[in-house]
């Protein structure tokens, strides 16, 4: 009964009320279609969550009232409808005045602790029935139908989330959703390259050269620093050069060609179903008729302008002067905090040169000392073990200065004063995704396209502020260290995210009702219980999207270099999917219905993600991974002049991508010490290292030789030709796939000329009901005389 008389209060409320909050709604006139049909086993019954019927809509307005379809006045606005007018109402309602000064809004209520909470209430128990006949147990049945683990495998009820929740909760569940179901394709064909790089590790030629005792075993390294670090042979590398082969593989190019054209085609379906979804949730044109400005922003508004639209006088809280001055303000906090990421950046790089000396001296020793760790001693390497320590710095790193970064952009945001909440979101958004593509993204790229590219040769090495030696890539190649970094990243921040979503919820949660020993949902009412409950935050969907986008930046940037990028990715968003919504319908207090259009500032973000991607995959595979030089050695330096064959082959690459030092030329400084040295080690003058250079002897000794010259414009001819054939397909499938379906657009232009024939009829039906008594007067003053005359 209370929550009837509540729901009363708010319908007179917004009858009574001027504000432009008569919000658009359920404004029916005419049924258009209902059908049934039979249950698919991916779908909910029908008869467990009713198929929402589908209507001709139109802005409400009261003085319209006879236009619209108004079957039960109680039900007319949905309980969405109606928290979000409340909402409106109290975020605007004045509580004091002094002077000048008018303070209003519950917002600022709760800031200051007058109150502890305002929320909408649930309208039952997740996991019991209420025994109220009124009671659409709504929340009961999205549990069941959906957050519960048995109901993984059937399609999400969006149309009941968005009647439940809003429509901006829907659509983010929507998108999720649908990003879903388009990385099964990606998954699938990612792991097809995986399972043929892995099948096909053993076969490589190359490989099989760095394994043999006779090639690879008689092929003496370079040390890889300064007098700690020992001689080595090939052959120690050889399960690093096997799993490098699953990776640098004629499967990756493939692979990465096409996930430049499945973001493509993600991105231009998603406008189709999205444009599907404003159609039938009446959100085609919410911004342009309903948005309102934030009471922030109404409350500081001081000063006057004149509107470029309606030519009228309006108030705004700041000129043009004080507007630019906000957004500088604003630009240089974020600049400052990305220059401050580069910083912590460079600080790993230097932690990795400085302990890659440490495990180059301790390392070998320690695990040749450890019998039970003498298995291990092939794969863990100076490099691996660098690589990996320094990963997991990087991902606390990243934990830490996300935390401090999100109440800068908020207090950034907040000073801008944006004047729909709309623009605040899009605003906060492009801030945070900055800083967050720099955080996450920093040190990928520079194990991709920086490390081990200026290293100099073991006579003359490159040196980092004069002291640190720049370290090389990996024995296996850097596209390993590369998938180890984002494995890490990847599922440490998984992990990570699954802790704060469902384990610290829960947790509170129980000690909460620990705490209160709330046993029944008799005990206390719903307002109580629902308080127990975990509030959202004031920034709603803003990091369920942002982990999302992060998490597609990972799958797009860099899938050249992990094809299980993708796979990984389903696995997390099928679990991300039920997680959310067990939150959202068990843990947390009801959300404020909003309305949304479409997925806001993430849609260009999504798009520029993709068009990078193709730039990032082009360059990995030319300059980061081992196939460009295989393909010039293989067509123009494996036959005659340059070998003694007639037919191309990759036998002899190996010893061909080694230049020659000669041990004589080390300095001092650099000369390994005799005690580091291998027993094996005996009246050999000269070492092998990664390049291409000339030979000691040679005129030009140590200068890069013609082969590299051939390999550096090959990287580039390849990355300049991949590209543009990628961005000319990406640009015939954008224009072949239009946004909006022909058939949707068809459909919207039929109902709005219905809607306007309807509205048309009703106002000339309106008006000849005005005018009839006053054409009877007319009439009967024209038929009196008339009368008289006969009598």
């Known amino acids: 009964n209370e929550s009837k008389q509540r729901i009363d209060f708010i319908l007179v409320y917004e009858d009574e009320s001027k504000s432009a909050s008569e919000k658009k709604g359920s404004v029916m006139r005419r049924k258009v279609s209902q059908k049934t049909s039979r249950p698919l086993p991916l779908l909910s019954d029908e008869d467990v969550i009713a198929k929402e019927p589908e209507f001709f809509t139109a802005p409400f307005r009261k003085d319209q009232l006879k236009c619209f379809f108004v079957k039960d006045k109680e039900q007319f ?24 000064v008018k303070k209003f809004g519950f917002n600022k209520l709760l800031d200051g602790g007058v109150y502890k909470a305002a929320y909408p209430l649930h309208d039952c128990r997740f996991n019991v029935k209420s025994k109220e006949p009124s009671c659409p147990n709504e929340r009961f049945l999205l549990f069941n139908e959906w957050a519960h683990p048995k109901s993984f495998y059937k399609m999400q009820p969006l149309d009941l989330i968005r009647k439940y929740f ?12 649908f990003y879903t179901v388009m990385l099964t394709l990606a998954a699938a064909v990612g792991l097809c390259c995986f399972i043929y790089g892995y099948t096909t590790r053993e076969s490589s030629t190359w490989s099989k050269e760095v394994c043999d005792p006779q090639i690879g075993g008689e092929i003496i390294m370079c040390p890889q620093c300064d007098k700690i670090c020992p001689y080595w042979r090939l052959n120690s590398t050889c399960e690093s050069s096997k799993r490098l082969c699953i990776f640098d593989n004629y499967g990756t190019l493939v692979f990465a ?12 379906f998603w406008k189709r179903y999205q444009a599907k979804l404003e159609h039938d949730w009446d959100t085609v044109e919410f911004l342009q008729q309903e948005e309102q400005p934030r009471p922030e922003y109404e409350a500081k508004c001081i000063y006057e302008r004149v509107n470029p639209v309606t030519q009228e006088t309006e108030k705004v809280p700041y000129t043009a002067c004080g507007k630019c001055m906000r957004v500088s303000c604003g630009i240089g906090t974020v600049l400052f905090w990305v220059l401050l990421i580069i910083a912590s950046v460079v600080g790993v790089i230097v932690y990795r040169l400085a302990m890659f000396i440490t495990f180059s001296s301790n390392l070998h020793s320690h695990l040749n000392n450890r019998k039970e760790l003498e298995p291990f001693k092939e794969y863990v390497t100076p490099q691996m073990a660098t ?3 320094a990963s997991f710095i990087s991902l606390i790193i990243i934990m830490i200065l996300n935390n401090v970064y999100e109440k800068v952009a908020i207090l950034i945001t907040d000073f801008e004063l944006p004047r729909t909440k709309t623009e605040y979101e899009n605003s906060l ?7 967050q593509f720099v955080n996450y993204y920093s040190s990928c790229f520079y194990i991709a396209f920086f490390k081990g590219k200026v290293v100099g040769y073991p006579g003359e090495p490159v040196y980092w502020l004069g002291t640190f030696r720049n370290e090389e890539c990996d024995p ?14 990847m599922t440490g921040k998984a992990i990570w995210n699954n802790i704060q979503e469902v384990l610290l919820p829960w947790l509170k949660n129980l000690m909460f009702r620990h705490c209160t020993q709330v046993s029944s949902e008799k005990v206390i009412p719903r307002w109580e219980q629902d308080y127990q409950l975990q509030p959202m935050g004031k920034l709603g969907l803003f990091y369920e999207y942002l982990e999302m986008v992060i998490q597609f930046g990972f799958v797009t940037l860099f899938v050249a270099s992990f094809p299980l990028a993708p796979l990984l990715a389903l696995f997390n968003n099928l679990c991300e999917i039920r997680v959310d919504a067990w939150k959202y319908t068990t843990q947390s207090r009801r959300a404020v219905p909003e309305k949304a259009q479409d997925i806001g500032a993430w849609q260009p973000i999504l798009q520029g993600v993709a068009i990078l991607a193709v730039a990032t ?33 990759m036998a002899g ?19 390994p010490n005799e005690e580091i040295t291998p027993y094996w080690f005996n009246n050999i003058t000269t070492c092998r290292y990664r390049d291409f250079r000339h030979p000691p002897g040679h005129p030009n000794q140590y200068d890069f030789s013609i082969y590299y010259w051939h390999v550096i414009a090959a990287k580039l001819a390849f990355m300049i030709v991949l590209e543009h054939i990628v961005y000319f397909t990406k640009f015939i499938l954008s224009y072949m796939i239009p946004d909006v379906p022909e058939a949707l657009k068809e459909q919207i232009k039929r109902e709005r000329y219905l809607t306007q024939v309807i509205l048309h009829e009703t106002n000339i039906q309106h008006f000849k009901e005005l005018m009839k008594p006053i054409a009877d007067n007319l009439q009967s003053e024209i038929e009196e005389p008339e009368l008289d005359l006969k009598v």
């Not at 969405?80 to 409340?86: D, G, H, I, V």
């Not at 809003?166 to 959703?177: D, Q, S, V």
């Not at 958004?429 to 800083?435: C, I, R, V």
Request: hydrophobic fraction near 45%; charge should be positive; include cysteine.
């Open 429 to 435: 958004t492009l801030k945070m995704f900055l800083f």
């Open 77 to 100: 606005f949905t309980p969405a409808m109606r928290s979000r007018m409340a909402y409106y109402i109290l975020s605007r309602a004045p509580y004091e005045v002094r002077g000048n």
């Open 653 to 671: 690459y190996i010893n061909s991508s080694l230049s020659v030092f000669n041990i004589s030329h080390f300095s001092e400084m650099k000369r």
């Open 257 to 268: 060609i096409f996930m430049s054209v499945w973001v493509t085609l993600f991105l231009e």
């Open 617 to 649: 995959n082009a360059a990995i595979i030319a300059f980061t991974s081992d196939m460009i030089p295989r393909l010039v050695y293989y067509w123009a330096f494996s036959i005659s002049p340059y070998s003694g064959g007639s037919e191309h082959t």
């Open 476 to 489: 296996g190649g850097c596209l390993t260290e590369l998938t180890t970094q984002l494995s890490i990243i």
């Open 166 to 177: 809003g429509e901006k909760i829907g659509i983010y569940f929507a998108w999720l959703g």
């Open 387 to 389: 690589s990996i320590t």
